[in-house]
């Protein structure tokens, strides 16, 4: 069985930081892009940040410089640096893995990834 576990959301003031972790399990992901992916209350699911099979990574505009994204294969785990944390970041955020493997392009769309972990929430105070 397929497993995308997330952890490490939480409750955290403007300008903190926080790492997501996203432990995966039942298969290895090796060869496809692993992505984040946040939801606001009331909006849709939007792409934050991947990294791609060949490690070359993308951000969304509005977390360029504040989020890192990186992948270890031998712990096939796959983590989200967040820093200088604002407000507008709170969300749930979810971790994803594309349903094509060694997709040439990166995939910001969610009907591209076909494995889901089920969220951990991200709440930033001002």
């Known amino acids: 069985q397929v497993q995308l576990v997330e952890s490490g959301g939480g409750l955290v003031q403007a300008g903190d930081s926080l790492r997501l972790s996203c432990a995966t399990s039942?298969?290895?992901?090796?060869?496809?892009?692993m992505a984040w992916f946040r939801r606001a209350p009331g909006k849709e699911r939007e792409f934050v940040a991947a990294v791609m099979w060949r490690l070359t990574t993308y951000y969304t505009d509005s977390v360029k410089g504040r989020f890192t994204i990186s992948r270890d294969s031998a712990e096939r785990t796959v983590y989200l640096q967040m820093s200088s944390l604002r407000p507008e970041d709170t969300a749930a955020y979810y971790c994803?893995?594309?349903?094509?493997?060694?997709?040439?392009?990166?995939?910001?769309?969610?009907?591209?990834?076909?494995?889901w972990g089920q969220g951990t929430q991200v709440t930033v105070s001002s």
């Open positions: 039942g298969r290895t992901f090796g060869s496809y892009t």
């Open positions: 994803a893995a594309d349903k094509r493997a060694l997709r040439p392009i990166v995939a910001t769309d969610v009907a591209e990834y076909n494995y």
